[in-house]
């Protein structure tokens, strides 16, 4: 009695493979290297990165914030912290208005860029595992964008030194919503509550600074 090869169960090893997920690495690498693109716009970034839009975007604009930076930095990139934390809280499709979108470098300034940032990107994301992936929930996550927002607001502030620690913050929340990785989102929420606990201490010392000199003037 021979079988019909239709009939044959399917050989597990033809089955089609899940897509593997990219990194975020690998996808600015891709974008980095489009030789179609002559520029790469704020725009770009936001439909290359599709869905995972919100944590990648956070993590741009918040790690040159962790390195020292020329006064004002912390400013000029908190803007569009807030525009992003603004909709993750309200669960919205990122979007930027045009005047913020159209912002765009060359293709070779940003290759020059990403050549910089992406191995340590790469170096971070193997640290990163899907883990507690019930805080990766849509719920949640807007809730990550109100802490976001609060951390991009003391961000803005103007406090010597007083952005590094919460873009940090923000860095690790953002790796953490990008790979799934609730450990990471934890870490984050932990740092956070210590950014927030720090900035309110340097706001508080120097107020009580600017009012002692005053009272003194006055005398």
Same mark, same amino acid.
């Given at each position: 009695?021979?079988?019909?090869?239709?009939?044959?169960?399917?050989?597990?090893?033809?089955?089609?493979?899940?897509?593997?997920?990219?990194?975020?690495?690998?996808?600015?690498?891709?974008?980095?290297?489009?030789?179609?693109?002559?520029?790469?716009?704020?725009?770009?970034?936001?439909?290359?990165?599709?869905?995972?839009?919100? +944590? @990648?975007?956070? %993590?741009?604009? #918040? !790690?040159?914030? *962790? /390195? =020292?930076? $020329?006064? &004002?930095?912390?400013?000029?990139?908190?803007?569009?912290?807030?525009?992003?934390?603004?909709?993750?809280?309200?669960?919205?499709?990122?979007?930027?208005?045009?005047?913020?979108?159209?912002?765009?470098?060359?293709?070779?300034?940003?290759?020059?860029?990403?050549?910089?940032?992406?191995?340590?990107?790469?170096?971070?994301?193997?640290?990163?595992?899907?883990?507690?992936?019930?805080?990766?929930?849509?719920?949640?996550?807007?809730?990550? +964008? @109100?802490?976001? %927002?609060?951390? #991009? !607001?003391?961000? *803005? /502030? =103007?406090? $010597?030194? &007083?952005?590094?620690?919460?873009?940090?913050?923000?860095?690790?929340?953002?790796?953490?919503?990008?790979?799934?990785?609730?450990?990471?989102?934890?870490?984050?929420?932990?740092?956070?509550?210590?950014?927030?606990?720090?900035?309110?201490?340097?706001?508080?010392?120097?107020?009580?600074?600017?009012?002692?000199?005053?009272?003194?003037?006055?005398?």
């Amino acid at each position: 009695m021979t079988t019909d090869p239709q009939d044959a169960e399917p050989d597990p090893s033809h089955r089609r493979a899940k897509p593997e997920r990219k990194r975020l690495s690998v996808m600015l690498d891709e974008l980095a290297g489009d030789e179609t693109r002559d520029r790469i716009a704020i725009s770009d970034l936001v439909v290359a990165l599709q869905l995972r839009a919100y +944590g @990648a975007l956070l %993590l741009i604009f #918040a !790690l040159p914030n *962790v /390195l =020292p930076a $020329p006064p &004002g930095t912390s400013g000029l990139l908190g803007l569009p912290l807030l525009f992003i934390a603004t909709q993750m809280m309200l669960g919205r499709v990122p979007w930027f208005p045009q005047v913020i979108a159209a912002r765009s470098m060359s293709r070779a300034d940003f290759g020059t860029l990403i050549e910089r940032v992406s191995p340590l990107i790469a170096r971070t994301e193997r640290l990163l595992q899907p883990r507690l992936m019930w805080l990766s929930d849509p719920v949640v996550e807007r809730g990550l +964008g @109100a802490v976001a %927002l609060v951390l #991009a !607001l003391v961000l *803005v /502030l =103007p406090v $010597p030194f &007083g952005n590094m620690l919460p873009a940090f913050t923000i860095c690790v929340i953002a790796l953490g919503v990008l790979e799934r990785d609730g450990v990471w989102i934890v870490g984050g929420l932990v740092l956070a509550v210590v950014s927030v606990v720090v900035a309110y201490g340097v706001i508080y010392v120097m107020l009580r600074a600017i009012m002692f000199l005053f009272l003194n003037a006055l005398t």
